[in-house]
């Protein structure tokens, strides 16, 4: 990647052209709904969705503004500024040593608030298809721990899971 620190302003200007503005509160709203029937196996659907989604965020990055690497740090640097300019989360952060990403934050929880299992499944959807997708690569993201079961942060791992076919 040509320089992350010149590629951050092109990487905002994607962000601005390829997003949609929805309001916090209806998506908050929604994922509360949906939460209430995620018994009845919604949850890997909207996970799947999330994933998706994510695939094609990194896709337009690549194709359409010409950001690449082949680096899981610098792929981590560019999810953290997709991240925290989506406002859907407050503070991300990663350890490349530990492969974890810590959330602080999250539209998710605020959504739910407290539960007994981790409620941000749609985000690790999120960070595994766009890291699958940006270093063309799979992986796997879990989240392993969520401020709605009372921790500090939420905390993903990241799991290599070699070449990409």
Do not use: W
């Amino acid at each position: 990647m040509v320089g992350l620190k010149d590629e951050i302003k092109t990487l905002a200007e994607a962000i601005e052209r390829e997003s949609v503005l929805i309001h916090k509160d209806a998506l908050i709203e929604a994922y509360r709904d949906i939460h209430k029937i995620a018994k009845f196996g919604i949850e890997k659907l909207i996970k799947k969705a999330a994933e998706y989604g994510g695939k094609k965020g990194a896709k337009t990055l690549k194709e359409k503004y010409g950001i690449y690497t082949d680096r899981l740090d610098e792929a981590l640097e560019v999810l953290t500024i997709l991240a925290e300019s989506s406002r859907m989360i407050n503070i991300f952060e990663y350890d490349i040593d530990r492969n974890e990403i810590k959330v602080q934050g999250s539209i998710l929880v605020e959504a739910i608030q407290r539960s007994d299992k981790p409620v941000c499944q749609p985000m690790a959807g999120f960070f595994k298809g766009f890291l699958s997708e940006f270093l063309e690569k799979n992986y796997d993201v879990e989240e392993v721990m969520c401020q709605a079961q009372g921790y500090e942060h939420c905390v993903f791992k990241i799991k290599p899971k070699g070449a990409k076919k």
